[in-house]
T-cell receptor, first 112, second 112 residues
Framework: DQQVKQNSPSLSVQEGRISILNCDYTNSMFDYFLWYKKYPAEGPTFLISISSIKDKNEDGRFTVFLNKSAKHLSLHIVPSQPGDSAVYFC???????????FGTGTKLQVIP | EAQVTQNPRYLITVTGKKLTVTCSQNMNHEYMSWYRQDPGLGLRQIYYSMNVEVTDKGDVPEGYKVSRKEKRNFPLILESPSPNQTSLYFCASMFAGSDTQYFGPGTRLTVL
């Protein structure tokens, strides 16, 4: 049972435009959400997170939006740059339990 | 430099030949975890450890063993590898109470 789903395996965006990566979850107990970025031949690295008490968190070009009623979150990258080309994993956890559930990943390609 | 290291980075072996993938972190993290990444399935947790001598199963523990005798090390043991364990493996660590994990560079395992 995939509790965290990223329904788009891949996404191509022109440099300078907005990239929107989506993530859906089914477990209503999740109260903390993270995005990780992964380059080939490297491990994932933390990008940005959001607590369920917020609906938006921004860090430079990266913004994460959370819609709890829809059990949906999205990552916006504006403007997109070629260096953003990577696989992005959505992840969710229940705070205090230290178990993180990851999604299947979305491969983003930013075309120069 | 704060890091999570894994060895080996690449391994080709045959069915039934016991192997160990080592993981070490130098950040004094209490929590360590093993994941496998497979196409279309994302990152799935194999085992995790909350501290020394405390380990628990993740989502896909079958065919794997772990031990946590020292805080910095968390080896993954495959006592009788099978071809369905061919995968990309990641070790991760974080402080207890945190939600942000630090990942190693990955170990690509092929079982023939």
């Amino acid at each position: 049972d995939q509790q965290v789903k990223q329904n788009s395996p891949s996404l191509s965006v022109q440099e300078g435009r907005i990239s929107i990566l989506n993530c859906d979850y089914t477990n209503s107990m999740f109260d903390y959400f993270l995005w990780y970025k992964k380059y080939p031949a490297e491990g994932p690295t933390f990008l940005i997170s959001i607590s369920s008490i917020k609906d938006k968190n921004e860090d430079g070009r990266f913004t994460v939006f959370l819609n709890k009623s829809a059990k949906h979150l999205s990552l916006h990258i504006v403007p997109s740059q070629p260096g953003d080309s990577a696989v992005y994993f959505c992840a969710a956890s229940v705070r205090g339990y230290q178990k993180v559930t990851f999604g299947t990943g979305t491969k983003l390609q930013v075309i120069p | 430099e704060a890091q999570v290291t894994q060895n080996p980075r690449y391994l080709i072996t045959v069915t039934g030949k016991k192997l160990t993938v080592t993981c070490s972190q130098n950040m004094n993290h209490e929590y360590m975890s093993w994941y496998r990444q497979d196409p279309g399935l994302g990152l799935r947790q194999i085992y995790y450890s909350m501290n020394v001598e405390v380990t628990d199963k993740g989502d896909v523990p079958e065919g794997y063993k772990v031990s946590r005798k020292e805080k910095r090390n968390f080896p993954l043991i495959l006592e009788s590898p099978s071809p369905n364990q061919t995968s990309l493996y990641f070790c991760a660590s974080m402080f207890a109470g945190s939600d942000t994990q630090y990942f190693g560079p990955g170990t690509r395992l092929t079982v023939l």
